[in-house]
């Protein structure tokens, strides 16, 4: 019989370097991003998930009159209730308005005001900076990274994103 000490020592033993697990290294790079990102947006106010909700309504009322949180969420691969949480505050904020959709009753209708528009004009550049200053070492190989994160995310989203809505 193999004691608790024991499986304990074997998977200490086993344990390979953590560099050895994609999780791990692409968390530890989406975490520098992030605060990089994250220190950009700080004297705005605004955090990236407030940034990445009114990007998504803009780019979504490119081709709808109409956008509902469901939409957001689904465009920017986040969880239904955070997004509800997150458009309360930028309700809150004055950056968006809800009204009935007159098309569909279910559904409010979402659309940036003026302010939440000139804050995307004020703070856009930084985050896109942010970004090219984190990938610039990547140079030519920058779609040799998004391929492989698309198919990950085109993969896994609905796993984890729709059918939890589901359940």
């Known amino acids: 019989m193999v004691t608790k000490r024991k499986k304990v020592e074997t998977f200490i033993k086993e344990l390979k370097e953590p560099e050895n697990y994609p999780g791990f290294i692409l968390w530890q790079a989406s975490n520098i991003w992030y605060r990089n990102v994250k220190n950009e947006l700080k ?50 904020k004055k950056l968006v308005t809800r009204s009935q959709n007159q098309d569909d009753k279910r559904h409010k209708s979402l659309k940036i005001t003026q302010k939440g528009i000139d804050l995307i004009f004020e ?45």
């Open 43 to 92: 004297s705005s106010g605004t955090t990236f998930t407030q940034f990445t909700i009114l990007m998504s309504l803009i780019y979504l009322s490119r081709q709808n009159e109409h956008i509902n949180q469901k939409q957001i969420a689904q465009h920017a691969k986040l969880d239904t209730m955070m997004t509800s949480d997150v458009l309360k505050t930028l309700e809150s």
């Open 123 to 167: 703070i856009y550049e930084h985050v896109n900076q942010a970004d090219i200053s984190f990938f610039k070492v990547l140079e030519n190989d920058m779609q040799e990274l998004i391929d492989p994160l698309e198919k990950l995310i085109r993969t896994n989203y609905d796993k984890i994103y729709i059918d939890s809505e589901k359940s």
